[in-house]
């Protein structure tokens, strides 16, 4: 659905025609969800090679000079989540 204003999309919303979409929480734990395999507040992160490892959590950190410090291969639960993130000019 699209709308043209938030009146409108209030009017549907009143009118009970706003498609909705429902979520499936029976297998919550995406990557966006926090989980019991994280480690318990007041522990460190644990350091390996050039990156980083918390919980279910790696990444690694670069410095470059033409663009600063960039985030790189960053998982979760092993599954790559963003390759790079960099700030650019």
């Not at 009146?7 to 989980?35: F, I, M």
């Not at 460190?44 to 663009?67: I, N």
Request: glycine share 8%; proline share 3%.
């Amino acid at each position: 659905q699209n709308f043209n204003s938030v009146a409108s999309l209030r009017a549907a919303e009143k009118d009970s025609t706003l498609e909705t979409c429902s979520a499936d929480l029976s297998n919550a734990g995406g990557w966006d969800t926090p989980q019991a395999e994280g480690p318990q507040v007041g522990t460190r992160a644990e350091e390996r090679h050039s990156g980083l490892s918390w919980g279910s959590w790696s990444l690694s950190v670069t410095q470059r000079p033409s663009t600063g410090i960039a985030v790189t291969d960053i998982k979760f639960k092993g599954e790559r989540i963003l390759y790079e993130l960099a700030l650019m000019d």
